[in-house]
């Protein structure tokens, strides 16, 4: 295990130049001044060249890249050119929203999405059929237009949950976890469906394998069966699944947290890219290529220990 | 089995009900109570709290901290803040009294030094205010209680420039400090609580103890959150926030349509302004009747339903009702008339239209899109350019494009002439020039005060005749509030805000 985890680093390492590099490039050739619009309608061309001057922006381009490059290797990532405020503090404050946010929704739908799933394949019937449908409106529903309709129906009228906000977990676990209501449902609705849907394929085809056979021949009782060996190993995939998803819903929740105004990297970044603050958005790209390869990381170390086929690859 | 899933689904059901009855069932930490006040800011901008890169749309977030030198009311006319007396010696020359006994929060004194610092820092930061000390030559410290703002020409706005953000007073000591940015420090009200302040996102203000007006500022907390305008209404609705202010017109038709509280007046004049005056990039800009053809060629009413949803005015010129310069005579200079239209681009030579390219941004597709129809009808190819917001005010200014769209919004007429109407103005990035239009603004800058509203209305009139914009409409900004605030008066995003604004019990 120790090996899989040293090897991701040393491959880590230059993948995460790369993106940055990348994304330094991209953003470079993308149009539009920040001093332009830190200057807006009081905006001259004397006054956008001499705000470029200050904020370094008329360096040449390796020059520029340099700089950037330094910054990344003491881990600062650069500063806002708004306010000068550093991209890392930035991103220390935003990313317990998002990681709450996006480790919720994911957990919400391996749960509910893996009960449904195995629930529904264990029965069949008119579940099966009701699966399908709900499942589909599930998979089909935008998750702003869903957290829209729980805010109209659960915060508006009823005012049983908070339209908006959040509280940081450290200040209130309850209240944290009541701002998050509304939010992870309507982010993980789709999950939810895709997985049980995964899941109950899954199931189904583990149900009639020989094992399963073999293990009722043997007595062990039908529940054990279930949760205890078949799941095992429909999980696989679906744990694939998972893991991929919750990249998904990182980028889902660019629109959720705009929709219950919720403080995380997502606003941080749809400002920023509104402003043209290159350094927040450059720090942002970094920093979701950074959590992408721990979350990859993590997932191969949870197949490794559902499968002993994954270990001995 | 059967019977086990029910029981699992009763029990989780059970815990949802049970968690949220714990939370409190519709209590929230950031609830708004007559204690805190929670205001929301649409305007998407990120505050940097040092005055000199500040903007008129970071008031929101700078007002609980600094005070101006001069309050502007409501209604246009000036009282004493940290300033207590002030007045122009002549039209270079303006003289101040401060208050005395004032501290920053440091506990540095605010004396006439701190002014000179200050008003000095605005003028060499080469931030977005910068032109508006542009023709401050020198500031003289007359004694610790008095100063001396010698200027390199006749500037009336002054005064209205002192009571925005160019005259809010940071401590000397930090001027220069890179932390000022994010960590004000003022004579303001309150202070910005950095522990409960996110970046970028809420910012958390505690009041002063000590501060000289306290009684006009009785919340003992202010939040002042960035947010979505449909998530601040919805916050608005549910309780969350005591006021929000909006310019959208699907926001305010919610919000009139909720029964929710709603001060607001027009802000922005949704213009194209016709830049090349002079016809260098389209030569049939040159006549005036051809840009008076352009003006009768639109529907402005019809602009204003369609694209304002009826929250906006049909208007012809940049300057306000209530603001000096303004002419209630020329909103009715243009009148919808496609037929006068063509005949006046028949006479000017251009009766078969012309190309017209035009800079635009997504915020004006819709009114960019009507305006293209009304124009072709008269035989004029409305070319729009859409380009990222980052570029816009550029091209602009550089006289990329032969006309532009621009929301427009006057705050201060004579100031805004000098940024749209004289031969070295920002927004006349072709310097066009007129005799009439110079002379009127010159003898606006001396005039006194009883003659020159007289004087700017003149020089509004010759801008309409002359047809040097096209304006549209003037669009609808404000604030809505839940009824448990008072003392709510919007003023163009401008101070006072906050300043008497209390708990409704």
Redesign the interface.
């Known amino acids: 295990m120790l090996r899989v985890v040293g090897k991701r680093l040393v491959v880590a390492i230059p993948l995460i130049v790369a993106v940055a590099s990348i994304s330094f490039l991209f953003l470079q050739i993308t149009p539009g001044s920040p001093a332009s619009v830190i200057l807006g309608t009081r905006a001259t061309p004397e006054g956008i060249r001499e705000l470029d001057h200050k904020l370094g922006l008329d360096q040449p381009l390796p020059t520029q890249y340099g700089d950037y490059l330094s910054e990344l290797v003491h881990g600062t990532l650069g500063h806002s050119l708004l306010n000068g405020q550093s991209v890392t503090g930035l991103l220390a404050s935003r990313l317990q929203v998002t990681l709450s946010l996006a480790i919720l929704a994911t957990l919400v739908s391996a749960v509910v999405g893996m009960w449904l799933g195995t629930f529904v394949a264990t029965r069949r019937g008119w579940y099966d059929r009701v699966l399908t449908p709900v499942s589909g409106l599930g998979l089909a529903m935008p998750s702003f237009w869903l957290g829209t309709l729980l805010v109209l129906l659960l915060a508006i009228h009823t005012h049983a949950l908070p339209a908006t906000g959040y509280v940081p977990i450290e200040r209130s676990v309850v209240q944290w976890a009541y701002h998050l209501v509304l939010p992870v449902v309507a982010l993980s609705a789709a999950l939810v469906a895709a997985i049980a849907r995964q899941t109950r394929v899954a199931m189904i085809e583990e149900l009639g394998r020989d094992y399963v056979r073999a293990l009722r021949a043997a007595g062990v009782p039908r529940r054990s069966i279930v949760w205890r060996h078949a799941l095992r190993n429909a999980s696989i995939p679906v744990v694939t699944t998972l893991g991929l998803q919750f990249v998904g819903v990182l980028g889902g929740a660019v629109i959720i947290e705009q929709v219950f105004s919720l403080p995380g990297v997502g606003s941080l970044v749809l400002q920023a890219a509104n402003s043209h603050d290159v350094p927040v958005v450059q720090g942002v790209v970094v920093a979701s290529a950074v959590v992408v390869l721990v979350v990859n990381l993590v997932l191969d170390l949870v197949l490794m220990a559902l499968s002993p086929k994954v270990r001995r690859a | 089995?059967r019977s086990r899933?029910i029981r699992?689904v009763a029990t989780l059901a059970l815990c949802a009900a049970v968690?949220?009855a714990?939370?409190?069932?519709?209590g929230?930490?950031?609830a708004a109570t007559n204690s805190n006040l929670l205001f929301a800011s649409l305007t998407?901008t990120?505050?940097?709290?040092d005055p000199a890169?500040g903007?008129i749309?970071m008031n929101y977030f700078l007002a609980p901290v600094y005070d101006t030198l001069i309050r502007e009311s409501t209604n246009g006319t000036f009282s004493p803040n940290l300033a207590t007396k002030w007045g122009y010696t002549n039209p270079k020359t303006f003289t101040m009294t401060l208050r005395t006994g004032i501290k920053f929060t440091d506990g540095t004194p605010f004396d006439a030094a701190a002014v000179k610092a200050n008003l000095m820092h605005v003028k060499t930061g080469?931030?977005?205010?910068?032109?508006?000390m542009s023709v401050l030559k020198s500031v003289t410290v007359l004694s610790p209680s008095r100063v001396r703002l010698n200027l390199s020409q006749p500037y009336p706005s002054m005064p209205t420039v002192l009571a925005s953000v160019s005259g809010m007073m940071a401590s000397p000591k930090v001027l220069n400090s890179?932390s000022l940015?994010?960590s004000p420090v003022g004579t303001g009200p309150y202070t910005l609580d950095t522990s409960a302040t996110?970046?970028?996102?809420?910012y958390v203000y505690d009041k002063r103890s000590d501060y000289w007006n306290s009684a006009a500022y009785p919340y003992k907390q202010i939040s002042v959150?960035?947010?979505?305008p449909?998530?601040?209404l919805?916050?608005l609705?549910?309780?969350?926030l005591n006021a929000a202010e909006f310019g959208d017109a699907t926001s305010i038709s919610r919000i009139k349509k909720a029964g929710i509280p709603f001060t607001g007046g027009p802000y922005n004049v949704w213009t194209l302004f016709l830049l090349d005056r002079g016809g260098k990039k389209v030569p049939a800009l040159k006549s005036p009747l051809v840009r008076q053809a352009l003006n009768y060629a639109i529907n402005r009413p019809a602009l204003v339903k369609a694209v304002q949803l009826g929250y906006g005015r049909p208007t012809t010129q940049l300057v306000k009702p209530g603001q000096p310069g303004y002419s209630a005579k020329m909103d009715k200079a243009y009148p919808y008339d496609p037929a006068k239209a063509k005949k006046l681009l028949a006479q000017a030579g251009y009766a078969k239209g012309f190309d017209l390219p035009a800079v635009s941004v997504s915020i004006g597709d819709t009114a960019m899109s009507a305006l293209k129809s009304y124009l072709r009808a008269v035989g004029v190819n409305l070319k729009i350019k859409d380009?990222?917001?980052?570029?816009?005010?550029?091209d602009i200014?550089?006289g990329k494009y032969p006309a532009a769209f621009?929301p427009?919004g006057v705050v201060e007429t004579y100031y805004d002439y000098g940024?749209f109407a004289t031969p070295g103005a920002?927004?006349n990035p072709f310097h066009s020039s007129d005799a009439v239009v110079n002379r009127l603004y010159k003898q606006a800058a001396s005039a006194p005060a009883s003659k020159r509203n007289a004087l700017l209305r003149e020089l509004n009139e010759r801008l309409v005749k002359q047809a040097w914009f096209l304006p549209m409409f003037s669009d609808t900004f404000g604030i809505a509030h839940s009824k448990s605030v008072k003392g709510i008066v919007w003023k163009s995003l401008r101070p006072p805000l906050y300043y008497r604004w209390s708990p409704a019990s």
């Open positions: 089995m899933a699992g968690a949220v714990v939370a409190g069932g519709g929230s930490a950031a998407g990120n505050p940097n709290f890169q903007s749309n080469k931030g977005p205010l910068a032109s508006e890179k940015a994010t996110v970046t970028n996102d809420t959150k960035n947010m979505d449909a998530a601040a919805n916050a609705q549910s309780g969350q380009v990222p917001i980052g570029d816009w005010i550029g200014v550089a621009l427009y940024q920002g927004f």
